[in-house]
């Protein structure tokens, strides 16, 4: 099974300043036939359900703020929130879903307010 | 606008059995992949099982495999979890997620608000 890994497991970042998370995965990711990673980012915010944030490692969904990207490749990922809102109180789990199951999630990142 | 609706979480004693429903609207349900996704209380995600467009193909998590089954019905758009021998460890709540349908099958691209299973004597 492939296990993801995520760091920090808590940041308080004050508002306007940058958020970064990473994620880590125990094996590629990337499918070399479509060079794409199998990675996604999505937010839970207190008493929700998660909302996918981000796929395919860095492409933001529909709807989702600019001020959200993501980088990586392989088995390197991270999750960056540009200027932070206070709407971005919430954890953020990476999730990789390449191949064969278990689809499994990162343990979480809780972002709070400094 | 993608609506998934889970219900049947209720509390059950060790060993016991339960069914859970997942009703979908506002797309077309027969054309994408669907997941279960479960959160214990105050803890992270973890996916539990997938099923294909047409129920051919399932695949589980190892914790439960043999004792969850999922299922669909595509006239119904109606997902569903059979949970048998259930654990404490089980209690969680239960998400059904639509996945892809051309790409993307197994990414979980809309999430319901949940259903609450209790594990407990």
């Known amino acids: 099974d492939i296990v993801m890994t995520q760091s920090p497991d808590s940041l308080a970042v004050s508002l306007g300043e940058r958020a970064t998370i990473n994620c880590k995965s125990s094996q590629s990711v990337l499918y070399s036939f479509n060079n794409k990673n199998y990675l996604a980012w999505y937010q839970q915010k207190p008493g929700q359900p998660p909302k996918l944030l981000i796929s395919?490692?860095?492409t933001r969904e529909s709807g989702v703020p600019e001020r959200f990207s993501g980088s990586g490749s392989g088995t390197d990922f991270t999750l960056t929130i540009r200027s932070l809102q206070a709407e971005d109180v919430a954890v953020y789990y990476c999730h990789q879903h390449y191949s064969r199951p278990p689809f499994t999630f990162g343990p979480g990142t809780k972002v709070e307010i400094k | 606008e993608v609506q998934l609706v889970e219900s049947g979480g209720s509390l059950v004693q060790p060993g016991g059995s339960l069914r859970l429903s997942c009703l979908a609207s506002g797309f077309t349900f027969g054309n994408y992949w669907m997941n279960w996704v479960r959160q214990a209380p105050g803890k992270g995600l973890e996916w539990v099982a997938n099923?294909?467009?047409?129920?051919?193909?399932?695949s589980y998590v190892d914790s439960v495999r043999g004792r969850f089954t999922i299922s669909r019905d595509n006239v119904k758009n109606s997902l569903y979890l059979q949970l048998n021998s259930l654990r404490a460890e089980d209690t969680a709540v239960y998400y059904c997620?639509?996945?892809?349908?051309?790409?993307?099958?197994?990414?979980?691209?809309?999430w319901g608000q949940g259903t609450l299973v209790t594990v407990s004597s």
């Open positions: 997620t639509r996945g892809g349908d051309t790409t993307g099958y197994f990414l979980s691209y809309s």
């Open positions: 395919w490692a860095s």
């Open positions: 099923i294909n467009q047409d129920g051919s193909e399932k």
